[in-house]
C-alpha cells in the first residue's frame, strides 16, 4: 500500500528517532511512505475559532499536494494527525471555507476526497496487526508496554474516529501484535498538559505526574507515545520526580515505531534508544529482548 | 463592577458566541468538564464557571481569569459534555479576544533559552499559535 | 342558491383586536348566498350557541359558516348546536380566523383583508356540502392488552372488572414486568412484591382474563371495534396443563445459567421459574442453555417429572383473536451500560446500574437482600451514585429526563445506609427531581436522617485502580472537582422503550418519537389514546414514568376502553372516502397510497346497454378509512372523493381565493 507521508516539523528535527523508526519498519511492513514534497507545518494546532481561516491554509496546502499526488495521507505525530484530519474533514463539509482557501492561495478546489490516515489507522485498515505479528522475529515476551495515548489522537472522537475516547484500543492491538503485554493504565486517555508548558513547566506538573503514577503504578517497563510534545512534557516530569520523590522509578518512554523496529528484528542500533531521554536498553536487556548494546 | 453598559456586554458575548461558533446558553452547568478537566487544578476559576460568567455577562471578570491560558485544548471536556457544548472552542474565543487586542500571554522573546532548546518544534508551534 | 348565514366571532378581544369583526359581518352581508351576517362577543357561550340556533330556525338557513377559533376547539360545540336547530351537522363548517389571522398578523387592515376572503371561501364551500349521516359499526367487546406489566395488568384488571373479556399477552414466561424485579419502592419503603404480588395472583385468578406469557404480537389488521390479531406463543417446552408447578425439574437440573430476571446479578438452570411468585408458576426450558438441546443428551427433567410433561418437540404456534380494542404497556428498560464508555462501558463488575442494584437489594434476590458487590460479594463500605446516566444527554441522543431515578437513587442510598450505618453513600445530581406526594419529603430524609451526601454535578470519568473504583466528580455547588474511591457504583441509566417497541408500533400502525417511545394523540387533552383509532397507551411505553402515575393512566386507558364497549355499536365519522363507481378505472394508484389500509379492489357489474360487464374497481372501508384524504390526491379520474372535503368544495373555495 502506498501513501504520501507527511512527517510535520518535529520528526524530521528534533526526534529523527521516530522518523528512522516508521521508515525502516514500514518499510518491512510493505507500507510504502512517500514523503510529500515540500510539506510545511501543519500548524501544531487546530484552529478552534470560526472566523478566520487563516489557520487552515497551510494544512490546507499538504492536504490538496497529498491528493494531488493520488494518495492517501498518513501522518504519525499526534497534532499533525489531529490538525490535517480535522481540516480535511472542514474542507469536505464546508465549501464556503474550501473556496475561500483554494481561491487565496490560487489552487484547485480540494473536499476532502483523500485520506488522513494515522499510521496506527494505516496498520489497521490492511490487516498491518496481522502482518506485523507475522514478522516480529523477536516477540517482546514479557515486556510491560503502557500504551499513552494523549488527546490529540482521541479527541474529538467525532470527528477523528480514531478510537473508542475512553477505551480505546488500537495501541493494545499493536503492543499484542509484536508480542509484548499493554498495560491498562486509566491515564492513558487524559491530557498531559501539553503547550501551557511554553510557559511554566510546573502548570503541567499536575497532568503530567498522573499520567506517570498511573503506569508506574501498574508496573510498566515502557511507556510508548506517538506525540513528541506528550513524550517532552513526560520526560520532563519525570526528570523532576527522579529529583524529588525518591519512591519514584522512572519509566523509559519510547516511540511506538521504536518497539516495532527492534521486535522486527532490527539492529538495536538503529532502534534509536540512544537518543531517548531514558534509557530503555537496561529494562530491555534485563528482559532478555536484546542482547548488545552500550548500556 | 461592570465599566460596561449592557449593550457593550451583548455584543461582547455575541462576539464570543460568533468566534467560537458555539451557543454559550446550551450549558445547563453540569460540570461534567470540570469533572474530568486535567488542568481544572491549576485554574483560578473551573472550566463550567468560566461559562456560568459569560451567561451572566461577567464577560470581563472571565477575560481577567488566567483559566483560558490554562486550558491545554484536549477536548476531554467537548468529549464528555452532555450537551456537546464545545468549552475548548469558548476558552479559544476569549484567548483570541485578549491576543487581537493587543494582550497576548507571552511574548517570544520572554520565553526562557532553555524552553526553547528543549521543546519540540511541534510545542513551541502551538504554544505561540496559543499564547501570541 | 342556497340560504347561508355567517357568524363572526370575536373571541373577546382575541380575534377583535387584530380583525374588525364588524367590517367582516357587514361584508359578507353582501356576498352572494349569504342571506345572514353578524358578529358576536362569545359565539362559543351559551347565549352565543342560542344565537346560531335560533337564527337558523327563524331564517331556515340551509348551511352556516362560524367564523371563528380552529375548528380542533369547537367545531363540535357549533355542529351541536346546528344539529338541535335542525340542520345537518355537516352543513356547518368553520373559518379558522383565531390560529390563521388574528394570533399570526399585527396589522388590522391587512388582517381584516384575508379574514374576509377566508370567510368568503369557506361560504363557497358551504354552498356544495351535502348531508352526511354517520355509520354505525360493529364491535367485538374483547380487549388486548400487551405486556403484563404493572400498567398492562392494570388496564387488564380494570377492564375484566367491567366484565369484559381480555387477552393479555406477555413476552417473558411471567407477568409482573420491571416492578416484579424491585425491592422496595419510594416514597413508603413497602415491598414492591408484597403490593405486587396479590395483583399478579387475581390477574392469573381472573375469569375474563386469559393470560398468554411467552408471546408476542405479530400481526394486526382491521380497524377500531374490529381488529384481528395473530399472537406468536413462543414454546416454553413444558405442557403448562399438565404441569402440576413441583419444580423438581428446576430442582435437579444440572445447568447453571445466567438469569434475566437477574440482570447478570443471579443464575438460573437451565429449566426454571424466574422468582418464587412468579406468575404463572410453570417453569420453561432455556433452548440455548439446555444440555438436552446442544448435546442430545441428559434429560434430567424428563426423568424427575411426575406428571410427565416436558416436550422438548414444542413448536411455536400463531393464534388469531377478534378484539375490540388495544391497549400497549410494553413498558421500559434501562440503557445498556455499554453505552457508557466514560463509566467504564460495562466492563466494571461492580459498577451497575439501577435494576440490578434492586436485584441485589431485594429479599428474593440473589443475595436474600444484603447488598454485596457482584465482584466479590463482599459488603460495600463506599458507594457512588451516578444521576442521569445517560439521560439529559445530547451526546447520548437521549435529551430526556428518565424521571424515576432521582426518587429511585434516594431509595437505593436509603436502602443501603438502613443495612450498612456506617457506610457512606454519595449520590451524584443535577437536579433533584421529587415532584411527587411525599417524594421531596422522602429525599430530605435520606440527606439528613441516613446522612447520604448529595453533590450536585455530573461525573467525568469512572475507573479502576488498586482494586477501588475511582469516581472523578465535581461538586459544582463548591467549585470542587470530587475524586471518591468507591468500592460500588450505581448508575441510574436512562429510561428507553422496550427493544421491540418500534417493531410493534409499525404492528400495530401506532407512531413511536424519535426515541421509541408511543406518541399519544395529544399530550395533555388525551394522554392515553394513540392516534390511531381503537389502540390506547398505558405506562412508560408511552413516556418514563414512576409506578402511582402509570397506575393512574392505566385506569385511565382501561376507562376508555370500558367507556367504547359500554356501546353496542361504534359511531363512524361520514368524513371518509367516497368512490364514485361510474368513473373509477380500477386503477388502484390509491391503494398503496392509504395509510390505514382502506381501500382494496372490488369487482362489480355495469350494465352497458343489454349487456352486463364485469369490472374492477376500489371501494372503501368506512371504518378504517380516516379521512386523511390521501386517496382523493392519487386518484387520475377523480372518481375518488372525501366527504366533506370534496374535489368540488375545495375547488370553490380556491377560486373564491385566487379568482
Redesign the interface.
Known amino acids: 500500500m502506498k501513501y504520501s507521508y507527511f512527517p ?3 520528526l524530521h ?3 529523527k528517532n521516530f522518523n528512522d523508526s516508521i521508515k525502516s519498519t514500514s518499510a518491512i511492513l510493505d507500507i510504502e511512505l512517500e514523503e510529500l514534497k515540500d510539506w510545511q ?1 501543519c ?3 487546530y ?5 478566520s481561516a487563516m ?1 487552515l491554509v497551510s494544512p490546507y496546502r499538504s492536504l490538496q499536494k497529498a491528493h494531488e499526488c493520488g494518495n492517501n495521507l498518513v501522518t504519525v ?1 499526534s ?2 494527525y489531529n490538525v490535517l484530519k480535522r481540516t480535511n474533514l472542514t474542507v469536505a463539509n464546508d465549501g464556503e471555507i474550501r473556496t475561500k482557501l483554494s481561491n487565496y492561495m490560487d489552487v484547485d478546489e480540494y473536499a476532502g476526497e483523500s485520506k488522513v490516515l494515522h499510521l496506527l489507522e494505516a496498520m489497521r485498515e490492511n490487516n498491518g496487526f496481522g502482518i506485523i505479528k507475522e514478522k516480529t522475529i523477536n516477540p517482546l515476551k514479557g515486556l510491560k508496554v503502557a500504551p499513552y495515548y ?3 489522537l ?4 467525532k470527528e477523528l474516529k480514531f478510537d ?4 480505546p484500543t488500537i495501541f493494545e492491538e499493536f503492543i499484542k501484535s509484536i508480542g509484548a503485554v499493554a498495560v491498562d493504565f ?1 491515564n492513558r ?3 498531559c ?7 511554566s513547566q510546573r ?2 506538573k ?2 503530567s505526574e ?1 499520567i506517570l503514577k ?1 503506569a508506574s ?1 501498574r508496573e510498566a517497563d515502557i511507556i510508548i507515545t506517538s ?3 506528550c ?2 512534557n513526560l520526560a ?1 516530569e519525570q526528570e523532576r520526580l527522579e529529583k524529588d520523590d525518591y519512591t519514584f522509578k522512572p519509566i523509559p518512554i519510547l516511540y511506538f515505531t521504536q518497539l516495532l523496529a527492534l521486535a522486527l528484528g532490527l539492529e538495536v542500533e538503529s532502534c534509536g534508544f540512544e537518543s531517548n531521554k531514558i534509557d530503555a536498553r537496561p529494562i530491555l536487556k534485563s528482559k532478555g529482548l536484546i542482547y548488545r548494546g552500550d548500556a | 463592577m461592570s465599566t460596561k453598559t449592557k449593550t457593550e456586554i451583548a455584543s461582547m458575548i455575541k462576539r464570543i458566541e460568533l468566534i467560537s461558533g458555539e451557543s454559550l446558553f446550551k450549558c445547563y452547568q453540569c460540570g461534567k468538564c470540570t469533572a474530568g478537566c486535567v488542568m481544572a487544578d491549576e485554574m483560578d476559576i473551573s472550566p463550567y464557571k468560566v461559562i456560568r460568567m459569560l451567561q451572566l455577562g461577567l464577560v470581563e471578570k472571565a477575560l481577567k481569569s488566567e483559566s483560558m491560558w490554562i486550558c491545554a485544548a484536549c477536548f476531554a471536556c467537548r468529549e464528555r459534555c452532555p450537551k456537546e457544548v464545545d468549552l475548548a472552542k469558548i476558552m479559544e474565543a476569549l484567548r483570541v479576544i485578549q491576543i487581537r487586542e493587543g494582550k497576548p500571554l507571552i511574548e517570544p522573546d520572554q520565553v526562557d533559552d532553555k524552553v526553547i532548546e528543549e521543546m519540540p518544534q511541534q510545542g513551541i508551534v502551538s504554544g505561540f499559535r496559543k499564547y501570541n | 342558491m342556497k340560504k347561508i348565514g355567517v357568524f363572526v366571532c370575536w373571541c373577546g378581544l382575541n380575534i377583535s383586536s387584530t380583525v374588525d369583526v364588524g367590517k367582516a359581518s357587514e361584508e359578507l352581508k353582501n356576498y352572494p348566498g349569504v342571506f345572514y351576517a353578524d358578529d358576536y362577543k362569545y359565539l362559543c357561550s351559551d347565549p352565543g350557541q342560542e344565537l346560531i340556533k335560533k337564527t337558523i330556525i327563524d331564517n331556515k338557513l340551509e348551511g352556516i359558516v362560524v367564523a371563528a377559533c380552529s375548528p380542533n376547539m369547537h367545531e363540535s360545540t357549533f355542529r351541536a348546536a346546528a344539529e338541535a336547530a335542525g340542520l345537518n351537522p355537516y352543513r356547518v363548517e368553520i373559518t379558522n380566523i383565531r390560529e390563521q389571522t388574528s394570533w399570526v398578523h399585527s396589522n388590522k387592515e391587512d388582517a381584516t383583508i384575508k379574514a374576509i376572503q377566508l370567510i368568503k371561501a369557506t361560504v363557497e364551500k358551504v354552498k356544495k356540502s351535502e348531508d352526511l349521516f354517520p355509520q354505525q359499526i360493529p364491535l367485538t367487546k374483547k380487549v388486548l392488552v400487551i405486556g403484563g406489566g404493572i400498567s398492562g395488568m392494570t388496564v387488564a384488571l380494570e377492564v375484566a372488572e367491567a366484565g369484559y373479556p381480555v387477552i393479555l399477552v406477555e413476552k417473558e414466561p411471567q407477568i409482573g414486568g420491571n416492578m416484579a424485579k424491585l425491592s422496595e419502592t419510594f416514597p413508603t419503603l413497602d415491598c414492591a412484591s408484597c403490593i405486587l404480588t396479590p395483583k399478579t395472583a387475581e390477574v392469573g385468578r381472573h375469569s375474563n382474563i386469559t393470560l398468554m406469557t411467552n408471546s408476542e404480537v405479530v400481526e394486526s389488521s382491521g380497524y377500531f371495534g374490529n381488529f384481528t390479531v395473530k399472537i406468536k406463543r413462543k414454546p416454553t417446552f413444558v405442557d403448562w396443563e399438565k404441569c402440576i408447578g413441583c419444580m423438581l425439574c428446576q430442582e435437579k437440573c444440572p445447568k447453571k445459567t445466567n438469569s434475566d430476571f437477574e440482570h447478570g446479578m443471579g443464575k438460573r438452570k437451565a429449566i426454571s421459574v424466574a422468582f418464587p411468585q412468579a406468575i404463572p408458576y410453570r417453569p420453561i426450558i432455556n433452548e440455548k442453555e439446555c444440555i438436552y438441546f446442544k448435546t442430545g443428551k441428559c434429560k434430567m427433567c424428563v426423568k424427575v417429572c411426575p406428571v410427565d410433561c416436558i416436550e422438548f418437540e414444542q413448536l411455536e404456534n400463531i393464534v388469531e383473536e377478534n378484539i375490540g380494542a388495544i391497549v400497549v404497556a410494553s413498558g421500559y428498560e434501562l440503557l445498556p451500560k455499554e453505552k457508557l464508555s466514560e463509566y467504564g462501558q460495562g466492563k466494571y463488575a461492580d459498577v451497575i446500574d439501577g435494576m440490578q442494584f434492586e436485584r441485589i437489594a431485594s429479599a428474593s434476590g440473589p443475595t436474600e437482600g444484603v447488598i454485596r458487590r457482584p465482584s466479590d460479594g463482599k459488603i460495600p463500605q463506599s458507594i457512588v451514585f451516578i444521576q442521569c446516566a445517560g439521560s439529559r444527554d445530547n451526546q447520548k441522543d437521549r435529551p430526556y429526563c428518565s424521571k424515576i431515578c432521582c426518587m429511585y437513587t434516594a431509595k437505593h442510598a436509603m436502602l443501603y445506609k438502613h443495612q450498612v450505618h456506617d457506610g457512606t453513600a454519595t449520590v451524584f445530581y443535577m437536579d433533584i427531581r421529587a415532584g411527587g406526594k411525599g417524594y421531596e419529603e422522602f429525599v430530605q430524609r435520606a440527606i439528613e436522617d441516613d446522612h447520604v451526601l448529595y453533590l450536585r454535578g455530573r461525573v467525568a470519568r469512572v475507573y479502576e485502580e488498586d482494586g477501588k473504583l475511582v469516581v472523578l466528580g465535581v461538586d459544582t455547588l463548591s467549585s470542587e472537582q470530587v475524586r471518591i474511591e468507591a468500592d460500588l457504583v450505581v448508575l441510574a441509566t436512562a429510561v428507553i422503550p422496550s427493544e421491540k417497541a418500534k417493531v410493534l408500533g409499525q404492528t400495530l400502525k401506532v407512531g413511536t418519537d424519535a426515541y421509541g417511545f408511543f406518541n399519544e394523540a395529544h399530550p395533555k387533552l388525551r394522554p392515553v389514546e394513540s392516534m390511531t383509532k381503537g389502540v390506547f397507551l398505558a405506562g412508560c411505553a408511552q413516556a418514563p414514568r414512576d409506578i402511582p402515575e402509570t397506575v393512574s393512566q392505566a385506569t385511565g386507558a382501561a376507562a376508555k376502553v370500558i367507556t367504547m364497549f359500554s356501546k353496542n355499536h361504534l359511531v363512524s365519522d361520514p368524513q371518509v372516502a367516497k368512490v364514485n363507481e361510474k368513473i373509477c378505472v380500477g386503477c388502484l394508484q390509491c391503494e398503496p397510497i392509504c395509510p390505514y389500509k382502506a381501500i382494496e379492489p372490488e369487482t362489480i357489474e355495469v350494465r352497458i346497454g343489454h349487456t352486463v360487464e364485469k369490472r374492477q374497481v376500489a371501494t372503501i372501508n368506512k371504518g378504517l378509512c380516516q379521512g386523511c384524504g390521501a386517496c382523493s390526491v392519487a386518484c387520475r379520474s377523480g372518481a375518488m372523493n372525501l366527504s366533506g372535503f370534496s374535489n368540488e368544495q375545495i375547488l370553490e373555495e380556491l377560486k373564491a381565493l385566487c379568482l
Open positions: 510535520g516539523c518535529t528535527t528534533q526526534t507545518c500548524g501544531a494546532v484552529p478552534l475559532t470560526t472566523d489557520g505525530c497534532a499533525c494523549g488527546c490529540l482521541l479527541r474529538p472522537s473508542d475516547p475512553e477505551n486509566p486517555i487524559e491530557c498538559g501539553a503547550y501551557v508548558s511554553i510557559t502548570k503541567v499536575g497532568a498522573s498511573s503504578n506525540c513528541p510534545l513524550y517532552h520532563k
